[in-house]
């Protein structure tokens, strides 16, 4: 999943982080309630450890590049941490600050992890919380939500202190607490999966539109080759020319006996990719080509070789002198 291409989901990011705030007030205004019947108590989860983990910070860019793009196309968002595209993509901005693309991912990628931060508070996961807002903070330390985010943490952890105090908790069970931290797990794979599902999914009806264009844009570009040839045909020059040498000659002058199709570029058929190619071929007398040139090819350098191939095996009638044409040779993957 490229960088460019995750920036335009911006209309869909929106309607997410809406979501996000909505719940984050929720759940602000309920540890305010807590606090004011509670005693003051310390808080239950220790100091954060820092954003991005020392290991991530010793990559080099291109590593962190390479992990990033990894990251995202297996889901890992924003856990497990030391692991993820939001901890690869800041260490990434601290060493390349004016990279557009790494600053547009990581704004694409923030409103995932504040509901994933919303819902850890919600299971009273303060670790995990504040180890995801501290990922919210270092992104973009002026972000509206951050503060009312650090005070619901603040007043969940102070609530959950005076239930333990007032009710007498019992400790949960090793059975239990493995259960529960498999529950956490599989909804956070659950909610990145999902996440990068929807990122897919508009990537998809992306690029089928930019390939519907290019269809549209080479059937016009073939149209108006078509038309520039039938205004520019004319009958052959009555000049003298030297036997050797080859002379330009109307298409329909040429009868084909043979023009095996080309073959099509594997790594061109499984993206998708479509185009053309304008060649130049010389035609000797015995029928066969003994010259070809690649004049005009889109996209550049993609089919070139492959029609060079095609073209060097076709055969014509035999002809009187050698004759120069030019043929298109379309590429369709469909």
């Known amino acids: 999943m490229s960088v460019a291409t995750i920036s335009k989901s911006s209309r869909w990011v929106a309607l997410l982080l809406m979501v996000a705030l909505a719940a984050c007030s929720k759940d602000e205004q309920t540890g305010t309630e807590a606090t004011t019947t509670a005693p003051a108590a310390a808080p239950v989860a220790a100091p954060p450890a820092p954003a991005v983990s020392a290991q991530v910070q010793a990559m080099s860019a291109e590593q962190l590049r390479e992990a990033a793009t990894k990251a995202l196309g297996e889901n890992r968002i924003y856990a497990p941490g030391g692991d993820n595209a939001m901890e690869y993509y800041l260490a990434l901005r601290d060493k390349l600050p004016s990279d557009p693309a790494v600053t547009s991912a ?37 972000a509206p939500a951050l503060p009312r985010l650090k005070q619901t943490i603040a007043n969940a952890q102070l609530a959950v202190a005076a239930r333990a105090e007032t009710e007498k908790t019992k400790e949960v069970t090793a059975a239990e607490t493995k259960a529960l931290e498999e529950q956490r797990l599989a909804q956070q794979a659950e909610q990145q999966r999902a996440a990068a599902a929807a990122l897919a999914t508009q990537q998809q009806q992306e690029a089928a539109r930019a390939a519907e264009a290019e269809r549209v844009a080479a059937a016009q570009r073939e149209a108006a080759q078509r038309e520039a040839a039938a205004r520019t045909t004319a009958p052959a020059s009555t000049a003298a020319a030297a036997p050797a040498a080859a002379r330009p000659a109307s298409s329909t002058s040429l009868k084909v006996v043979s023009s095996p199709s080309p073959r099509y570029p594997p790594e061109a058929l499984r993206a998708g990719t479509a185009g053309e190619v304008l060649v130049e071929i010389t035609i000797g007398t015995d029928g066969s080509v003994t010259n070809a040139r690649v004049v005009r090819a889109t996209p550049p350098r993609v089919f070139d070789r492959e029609a060079l191939n095609a073209v060097r095996r076709w055969k014509f009638e035999p002809i009187d002198a050698p004759t120069t044409t030019r043929r298109t040779l379309a590429f369709n993957p469909g």
């Open 106 to 142: 990581l704004t694409d990628l923030m409103p995932y992890t504040l509901i994933a931060t919303e819902q850890s508070i919600g299971r009273e996961d303060f670790v995990e919380a504040q180890r995801l807002s501290a990922l919210l903070e270092k992104a973009d330390p002026k």
